[in-house]
């Protein structure tokens, strides 16, 4: 069986591992040779984001692009909310025209993130990557139809994603390594733990997932 890693910047080639490994367009060089998720990040707005959505608008209908993102509303940074918006909003037709999943980065914006579900009527999954919020925000994405991914933060035990992992439906549960070192072994199994569940049946569960929120 093997682990499912949904969101992760390296690529690791673990035999045992299947992963989605996220491609930044207007910052990475080369498109992942496996299983991949393209996106603008709110962190690399730039200067020319029109040129930078015709890029990605070029990559996304690639067989091997899995998912729209990472993309997203970040609070942490200079970049005006309003244009940030704008952009996510553009990704997010792009991945209804597809059909394709969105990958989500959500700092401090998540009343803005559900509002904007809501508005745009989205039909597409749409996954919380990195989640390591309070269970009240936690609770407000599950009820509006998110998905929620959660990695290194299981590695401590009073951390928030740890707190939450036990409220988030296994239907809409993923896992992921991100941009730590941590392997997707060590994030199974502190979820396993957490949700006292077989690595193996965990795994199960995650492919299960992963095939229906594909189609
Ligand atoms: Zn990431």
């Not at 553009?90 to 914006?109: F, N, T, Y």
């Not at 999954?125 to 933060?153: D, R, T």
Request: aromatic share 6%; net charge negative; hydrophobic share 40%.
């Amino acid at each position: 069986m093997q682990y499912l890693n949904i969101h992760t910047h390296l690529s690791t080639g673990n035999p045992d591992e299947i992963s989605v490994q996220n491609f930044i367009v207007g910052k990475d060089e080369t498109i992942p040779r496996g299983l991949f998720s393209a996106g603008i990040h709110p962190w690399y707005l730039g200067e020319n984001v029109d040129s930078l959505l015709e890029k990605l608008s070029k990559i996304v209908p690639n067989s091997n692009c899995f998912a729209v993102g990472e993309c997203g509303l970040d609070r942490n940074i200079d970049t005006d909310l309003s244009l940030q918006t704008q952009v996510f909003t553009q990704q997010i037709q792009l991945a209804e025209s597809l059909q394709k999943p969105v990958i989500v980065h959500c700092v401090r914006a998540f009343p803005e993130l559900i509002a904007l579900k809501k508005k745009l009527k989205v039909s597409v999954p749409m996954l919380v990557h990195g989640f390591n919020n309070n269970l009240q925000i936690c609770e407000q994405l599950i009820s509006n139809g998110f998905y929620i991914s959660l990695g290194s933060a299981l590695l401590k035990s009073d951390s928030n994603a740890s707190k939450a992992i036990k409220k988030i439906p296994i239907k809409q549960l993923f896992l992921e390594t991100d941009d730590k070192n941590h392997t997707i072994e060590t994030i199974f199994m502190a979820a396993s733990e957490h949700l006292g569940l077989g690595i193996s049946q965990l795994q199960a569960l995650m492919l299960e997932s992963f095939s229906s929120f594909k189609s």
